[in-house]
């Protein structure tokens, strides 16, 4: 590896996603490693983050993407529900003294910004100034560029899946209820159409449900729009606190972004103001399960 290129690391749950990019985004090595042993504890993964960071050839600097509630000024992961056992731990510090690097060297993001940060680089919202990138998986991540550049506030700006669409409404892992995440993620689609048994030949199957709505009008349909116009009130306050015209869609469930968008569309309009709904993009990811790892690799060229 020379200064011209950079590791990144994806932590997830159920799999670790790592690259090696040139400052030019041409992908120079990448794997996947599907078997974290989380249960064996934080030192472990550790462990294999920093082998897997030496194996493809990390030098000096490295870039890592963890789910969950981080300070990132220090590299601390406060907690993370999706990773047993990271809990007030120094990411940054265990991985430095592991590789021999400079603290400085590591960056450590939240796994939703970095994704929106590949997602700008070489994806989805390339040439974007601004923008939300919205991951509809288990639940929903957000990940806000703002003239350009990441924008993570103190750390937990970009969260839209928690806007509270209905108080009192589906209690959220959150600890609130109501969240725009229990009712458009694909989990909380997944769930809906459980509920209404559609599609009728295999309930709860999104991809035929997307299918089904795409043909005809009928309640596949219906449904459709109804979790995009839920999608669309978590949107609506974005728009009017930040003005922003493009919203970026990955994700599981953002395959049905089309059969979803008249929904949106609707529920922007109710949750904001200006006749803006027209002028708001609403565009597909295209980076996949790749934009973590790109992501957290462009943060460490800095
Ligand atoms: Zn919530």
Redesign the pocket.
Known sequence: MNAEERVGIDVGGSAIKAGRIARDGQIRAEQTWKTPHFERGPAHVLDGIAELARSLGAREALGIGVPGLLERARGFVVESPNLPGFRDLDVRGELARRLDFQPANIRVENDANAAAVGELWLGGAHGERDALLLTLGTGIGGGLILNGELFAGEGMAGEV??VVITPDGQP???G?RG?V?QYASATAARRRALEAKLPREAPGDLELLAARARENAGPERDLCFAIGRDLGRGIGPVLCLLDIRCFVFGGGFSGALDVLEPGIRVGIDERSYGERQHAVRLVLATLGPKAGWIGAAKLAFA
């Open positions: 899946g928690h959220c892992g959150c609130r969240c995440e």
